[in-house]
């Protein structure tokens, strides 16, 4: 079963997409920011136990989700996972400093729960 | 009805839960409660986890608890519908008219709408920019101008009584490299090696020489004592004025001289020995930051008697604590991050609350680009790019949106062509543009004759799926600018900013707001004007935030 780690500060935004990839035979872990995130990924890293994705929300308290993609690609432990950036900042520029910071790609709310589900599936398969 | 007034329903509710036994909360009620606006439609208007915080401590199943919520709030006034999601999740849906009150309350409040007590009471100091005069304010300085007066606007709106402080010191080796350049130029002769180089030296040392016309044939000590005098207040009256043209201006400059003058470093160790938190080894006198998380303990007094650097920085956060700050936030470059655990060690030692009574932003480095590339030299200020360079390029609003756009921990890139363009991508031209739009409606309702106060308005009548969206977002701005202010980020105010502009352009697309050729002037028409001035009260308000203007024409 894949695993997906959610990060988002919204209680409701990570209840959505963990509900949505359960239903579709994901296994979902959460972070609450992008320290929380780092954290999870380095404990993960040193178990063996990384997930096959991660989706990154960009504005979250304590580290926001570019400087988050930034710290994973550059720990060697951690620099290739796929990576999500899933946000509500939908400007053109945005959208090319994410994918800069290193995200596979760039989802932006309000989104299709089907299609985020479709993107990681082609994602993970296709590192796969 | 504004995510407050939802607060304030579900808190009423929770009472009436209490009063009939249903329900006990042994720690007492919350004083509000957090309404989210959902990213998907189906979710309703807003959404809480109130049940999910409260129903473990209260010994309830979550869905139960939110249950029981749901039916006590269906019977609420304002409020269409409450439906359960989830492990316990509240979805709210607010009843057509209610959600349309918005608007009234943004106009009945105007340039008030969005303030907040949250920090009603507090003393708070500010320290930002804080650079030598030694040049003019350079590019990293500059992110801290824009950001450290946004995030004293958002306090002050929060209800803080906000202190800004620039901190200097002209004396030392970098004052004596600038005095040094200043007398080079003055005779002709290159920069010294170490010195600083730029048309500024040239232009600062030409206006010392037209002050003191003897000084440059003075031997060189007192030349150089000269240049430094007159040049540092020459450099400082330039900084000034240029962080004044931005829009920047301090309550206090604090003069690092000052500190030991006046005996706060010895005060500051004097209070700190009285502690027990000073020892003494190898003949100096050593504070013991290790015991509150630094890597090691530092000296303060080293062993020719003479304070260390941080002797310096005890003394001064010890003075503005004197001074009566409850908080003392202090913005640094990235180059400072190794400080940031020795200072928080220091604010332990005096037995205050890191975090809280001593906070330190580290702001990250910027990168100007010109044709996708780097932008390396200043036309004025050599390989130093200052506040004037990004000015001139994109002018004071596009700086200061710009700057403030990004959550500090971050680097940012700026493409100067791209925020110099009249174009949607360009992310300040795309709100002040939808505040003009605004306001060219009003001015066209005025033409027209057309009425758009408060006297006949129906909120009842703003039921399209649409103004609904540009309701909830007008709605949130009061929490959006409490959290900015709370987190200290005032990027969270431009964000909102575009994702508001972006909901009044989708209105406006599909409600017509003025009536087209013959058409009689409708209750509807009076209604959306109404939500239009509400919409460009917003946007005048968060951009006000930001020290950007809000152009009534574009």
């Known amino acids: 079963m894949p695993t997906v780690l959610v990060v988002d500060d919204t209680a409701s935004i990570r209840f959505l997409i963990r509900t949505n990839l359960e239903l579709a035979g994901f296994e979902v872990r959460e972070a609450v920011d992008g320290i929380d995130c780092i954290e999870q990924l380095r404990a993960d890293a040193a178990a063996g136990t990384l997930p096959d994705a991660v989706t990154v929300d960009e504005m979250m308290p304590r580290q926001g989700g570019m400087v988050t993609v930034r710290a994973i690609r550059a720990d060697p432990a951690l620099a290739d996972l796929t990576v999500l950036m899933v946000t509500t900042q939908n400007m053109p520029m945005d959208i090319k400093r994410g994918m800069e910071a290193g995200a596979d790609v760039y989802v932006t709310k309000p989104f299709d729960p089907d299609e985020l589900i479709a993107t990681i599936t082609d994602l993970i398969d296709s590192e796969g | ?554």
Request: net charge negative; charged share 25%.
């Open chain 2, 1 to 554: 009805m504004t995510p407050d007034q939802l607060s304030t329903a579900i808190v009423s509710a929770l009472g009436r839960l209490v009063d009939d036994g249903r329900l006990a909360l042994p720690d007492g009620f919350p004083a509000e409660v957090r309404v989210e606006r959902p990213k998907v439609k189906e979710h309703g208007d807003y959404a809480t986890n109130i049940a999910l915080q409260l129903a473990k401590k209260a010994g309830l199943n979550p869905r139960d608890l939110a249950q029981w919520l749901a039916a006590e709030l269906e019977s609420a006034d304002g409020i269409a519908s409450a439906e359960v999601a989830g492990p316990g999740f509240l979805n709210l849906r607010v009843a057509a008219g209610a959600q349309g009150q918005v608007a009234a309350v943004v106009l009945e409040r105007g340039g008030d709408y969005g303030r907040n007590d949250s920090y009603a009471g507090q003393r708070v100091n500010l320290e930002f920019v804080s650079a030598n005069p030694t040049g003019p304010i350079h590019i990293g300085g500059v992110r801290w101008a824009a950001v450290g007066d946004s995030l004293g606007r958002l306090l002050t709106f929060a209800g803080a009584d906000v202190t800004r402080e620039y901190y200097f010191n002209d004396h030392g080796a970098q004052i004596d490299r600038f005095a040094r350049s200043l007398l080079a130029s003055a005779r002709g002769q290159d920069a010294p090696e170490d010195g600083y180089g730029g048309q500024y030296i040239h232009d600062i040392s030409a206006d010392v020489v037209a002050q003191h016309p003897g000084a440059v044939a003075l031997p060189d000590a007192e030349a150089v004592e000269v240049f430094r005098a007159a040049g540092v207040e020459l450099m400082f009256a330039e900084i000034k004025r240029s962080l004044h043209d931005f829009g920047v201006d301090f309550d206090v400059y604090f003069h690092e001289n000052d500190l030991h003058a006046s005996g706060a470093v010895e005060r500051a160790i004097g209070r700190l020995d009285a502690l027990g938190k000073m020892y003494e080894s190898g003949g100096a006198r050593w504070l013991r930051t290790s015991d509150y998380g630094d890597d090691k303990d530092r000296v303060v007094v080293k062993s020719d008697g003479q304070p260390a650097y941080i002797s310096g920085d005890l003394a001064y956060y010890l003075d503005k604590r004197e001074r009566g700050f409850d908080r003392c936030l202090i913005m640094l470059g990235a180059d400072h991050h190794g400080y940031v655990s020795r200072m928080m060690a220091m604010c332990a030692a005096f037995g205050d609350e890191p975090g809280v009574n001593l906070e330190i932003l580290i702001g990250q480095m910027v990168n100007l680009l010109r044709d996708g590339q780097p932008l390396r030299m200043s036309k004025r200020a050599g390989t130093v790019i200052s506040l004037e360079d990004l000015v001139d390029a994109i002018g004071i609003d596009a700086a200061r949106y710009a700057l403030s756009r990004y959550s500090t921990d971050s680097p940012i890139d700026l493409d100067l062509d791209l925020w110099a363009s009249t174009t949607n991508d360009n992310p300040v031209y795309y709100v002040q543009y939808a505040h003009a739009r605004l306001s060219s409606i009003l001015r066209n309702a005025d033409d027209l004759a057309i009425a758009h106060g408060l006297q006949n308005f129906d909120p009842a009548l703003l039921e399209h799926e649409k103004e609904g969206d540009l309701l909830r977002a007008l709605a949130s701005f009061p929490e959006v600018v409490a959290r900015a202010a709370q987190l200290r980020e005032p990027h969270r105010v431009a964000r909102y900013l575009e994702s508001t502009a972006a909901a009044f352009h989708t209105f406006y697309a599909v409600c017509r707001v003025l009536p087209q050729g013959d058409e009689d002037v409708a209750d509807v028409h009076r209604a959306r004007l109404v939500l239009v001035a509400a919409t460009r009260q917003v946007l005048a308000n968060g951009l006000g935030l930001l020290g950007v203007t809000a152009p009534e024409r574009m």
